[in-house]
């Protein structure tokens, strides 16, 4: 198994500022994902976090947006960059480790006022 | 994009009575799992089917996988109040990478 805490569990922001979420695995994992829950949505895929090279992004997500960082196998940050409104959602991260073994964190929920 | 959709949307019962649950999808998949959210909080995963099965139980817990209609469903049976939760199917997007589509989504309520 995997235990995956991310940081802050939850904030509230003014438009216009950033927050960056920190996503800390106990073990190493090679593919890292970050996903997006708007309110009373499903979840949709942000990016592949790449580890020693820049992210993979999913359709209609750019990373002037949503950068994201992976310095090494137990660690991520997403960044939420400008944000609107629109952003508010609850953000997960997410490791693969292969062999169908996939987890998830327990969210960040952001309100952005 | 989503993957497919989840029916019904939402779900109502008593408890005791079995609730069922179904969502399609529309690529080829790897394998099909089955989360729970309670109240907009975390992921819990539920239940794993590979897309060479046809059907898997886990305690209270029935998912049935038809390729061919490219459809699953989730039976969870003999209902509690703690089962109150929404429920996701999410298919892998690829060749089995760990990118998940996932479905709509059932919030199911179970009334004690």
């Known amino acids: 198994s995997a235990v995956i805490s991310q940081k802050p569990s939850r904030d509230i922001c003014q438009r216009g500022t950033s927050l960056t979420i920190q996503c800390q695995v106990d073990s190493q994992v090679t593919m890292m994902f970050w996903y997006r829950q708007q309110p009373g949505q499903s979840l949709t895929l942000i990016a592949t976090?790449?580890?020693?090279?820049?992210?993979?992004?999913e359709s209609g997500f750019v990373i002037d947006k949503f950068p994201i960082s992976r310095p090494n196998l137990t660690f991520s940050t997403l960044t939420v960059s400008n944000m609107s409104p629109e952003d508010s959602s609850i953000y997960l991260c997410s490791v693969w480790r292969g062999a169908y073994e996939q987890y998830f964190g327990p969210g960040t929920r952001l309100t952005v006022t | 994009s989503q993957q497919g959709e989840e029916d019904p949307q939402a779900l109502s019962i008593q408890e005791g009575e079995n609730a069922t649950m179904n969502c399609s999808y529309k690529t080829s998949i790897n394998n099909l799992q089955w989360y729970r959210q309670n109240s907009g909080r975390g992921l819990v995963h539920l239940i794993l089917?590979?897309?060479?099965?046809r059907e898997k139980h886990s305690g209270r817990l029935r998912v049935t996988l038809d390729t061919s209609k490219k459809s699953s469903s989730l039976l969870i049976t003999a209902s509690r109040a703690a089962d109150t939760a929404s429920y996701f199917c999410?298919?892998?997007?690829?060749?089995?990478?760990?990118?998940?589509?996932f479905g709509q989504g059932t919030t199911l309520q179970v009334k004690p």
């Open positions: 976090a790449n580890q020693g090279s820049e992210a993979t992004y």
């Open positions: 999410a298919t892998d997007a690829s060749n089995n990478t760990g990118k998940l589509i």
């Open positions: 089917i590979r897309s060479n099965e």
